[in-house]
């Protein structure tokens, strides 16, 4: 250093990388990792600290572990990032609400998370994204009505994703926090009340249609016989109308032939 020309810093550490195979071990599974231009003086080197690391445990149903670091002191105001994300981990026994009434959680789940911290300056922001499927979940609750319907909602709820955000800046803090539980649950809700709905739609019509299917029976069963009757009547009455006009022709037919004589 010493201000002379294309000088390097008192330390450098330019390039150091280290692997691991754990086989005998309830955390067994496959490691490495790597170390990049970490130094004493980042502004003279003009290139930032990097340090990344992954792996997998399967033994632990743990996949797919992501860690990586930029360390930028090169300016005036430094940029320190570092992310984490796991592909794959179970996740056992989560309650989400428990009450003398309902009990409603889930005994096990597929989880995948990722998670990222940022600070610049004096202001920070750390986020987190969940995800959870493969849910097997744990409903109890006192009115056979209420488990029932819990079970229906959650049974169309494949998957549960939790977001959240820290800002923290100048000694204050913003938090929020979102999750799609929430507005499933409202559309599970409101596809088991279409079907309750529905269902009693039917049983209305099938009632209805029940009662009208008797009444219009019996109504056709008299409109029949009313009409067998007229019908009868009817058939009696031109009978006798057909035998006075045979009669009134025989006398007429018989006129005629004595004045022709």
């Known amino acids: 250093r010493f201000g002379t020309p294309r000088s390097y810093p008192m330390f450098w550490l330019q390039n150091a990388a280290i692997t691991s195979k754990i086989a005998d071990s309830d955390y067994a599974g496959n490691f490495e990792g790597r170390l990049m231009d970490f130094t004493t003086d980042p502004a003279m080197l003009g ?32 940029r320190d990032e570092v992310t984490a994300s796991v ?4 996740v056992e026994g989560k309650m989400l609400t428990r009450s003398d009434a309902v009990d409603f959680g889930f005994t096990k789940a ?44 959650v049974a169309g709820i494949q998957t549960v994703t939790a977001q959240a955000e820290l800002v923290i800046e100048n000694g204050k803090y ?4 979102r999750s799609n539980l929430a507005g499933e649950l409202e559309k599970g809700f409101k596809r088991q009340l ?4 529905a269902e009693a739609r039917k049983k ?21 016989g009313i ?12 009978a006798q109308v057909e035998a006075v006009e045979n009669q009134a022709r025989e006398k007429i037919n018989a006129v005629n032939n004595r004045v022709a004589a």
């Open 47 to 78: 290139k930032p600290a990097v340090a990344e690391a992954k792996g997998e445990f399967s033994r632990q149903a743990i996949g797919a572990v992501v860690v990586r670091g930029v360390f930028d002191h090169t300016k005036d105001v430094s």
């Open 87 to 90: 592909a794959s981990f179970p």
């Open 110 to 153: 597929r989880g995948q998370a990722a998670v990222r911290g940022l600070l610049v300056g004096e202001r920070m922001v750390l986020t987190a994204d969940s995800t959870f499927r493969e849910l097997s979940y744990l409903i109890r609750a006192n009115s056979k009505i209420v488990e029932e319907t819990l079970k229906g909602v």
């Open 174 to 177: 913003d938090l929020a926090l």
């Open 194 to 197: 279409d079907a309750k709905v």
């Open 204 to 224: 209305v019509e099938d009632r209805i249609n029940l009662e009208i299917g008797a009444k219009k029976a019996e109504f056709t069963s008299r409109y029949e």
């Open 227 to 238: 009409k067998s009757k007229v019908l009868s009547v009817a058939g009696e009455r031109k």
